[in-house]
């Protein structure tokens, strides 16, 4: 037999409540916007299909499966958003790590430049948790949105690089490949 608390608090809001009419007319937050839409998408799928049978074969889905399709494709947006989040602290880091050459702003630097290639190079791992076994749920666009925040994150490391003069993007830095031309004759006259 479980007695109710007198501590236990039910912030769930019922019809009855003061603030549920209100709350109901606020527009739901963005995350929970893409998984309604997605579960209204998927509704609308499978009561079409409901109607329109093709030759007796009737799929039917529960809303179970629904609400887990429509997480799991929050689930790999937000993965997607992932590296946008590192992008500014690892801003910060490099930022405050100087534009001189020392241990710290070398690793630093070094993890601003490798990690977004782990990333872009393990993006089908990174989205294994959100894939479907049927194949029903869509994650290509995730997925571009991932692979384009982790080139960002390494934009952002190529420029520090610039910074710190450690890539080769001045005239100087190809000096080797320049061909000198070989004066025939030399005057001890100077020009007019």
């Given amino acids: 037999m479980t007695s109710k608390r007198r501590w236990s608090v039910n912030l769930n809001l019922q019809e009855n409540d003061v603030g549920y009419n209100q709350l109901k007319q606020k527009p739901s937050p963005i995350d929970m916007r893409s998984v309604q839409a997605v579960k209204k998408e998927l ?46 602290m690892n801003a910060f880091m490099l930022y405050m790590s100087g534009k001189n050459l020392n241990i710290f702003s070398i690793s ?36 571009a949105l991932f692979i384009l925040m982790n080139l960002a994150w390494l934009g952002v490391g190529l420029y520090k ?9 001045t005239s100087a830095d190809w000096e080797r490949y320049v061909v000198w031309k070989h004066v025939m004759e030399t005057s001890s006259i100077p020009p007019v």
């Fill in 161 to 169: 690089m610039a910074t710190m003069k450690l890539l080769p993007l």
């Fill in 108 to 143: 630093i630097l070094s993890s601003a430049i490798l990690s977004p290639i782990r990333g872009i190079m393990s993006v089908s791992n990174a989205f294994r948790s959100c894939e479907d076994p049927d194949g029903k749920i869509d994650l290509t666009s995730s997925k």
């Fill in 43 to 88: 509704e609308q799928k499978s009561t079409y299909s409901i109607k329109h049978n093709d030759a007796g074969a009737i799929e039917k889905e529960s809303k179970q499966t629904l609400a887990i399709r429509a997480r799991k494709q929050s689930k790999a947006f937000s993965i997607a958003l992932s590296p946008g989040k590192q992008i500014a």
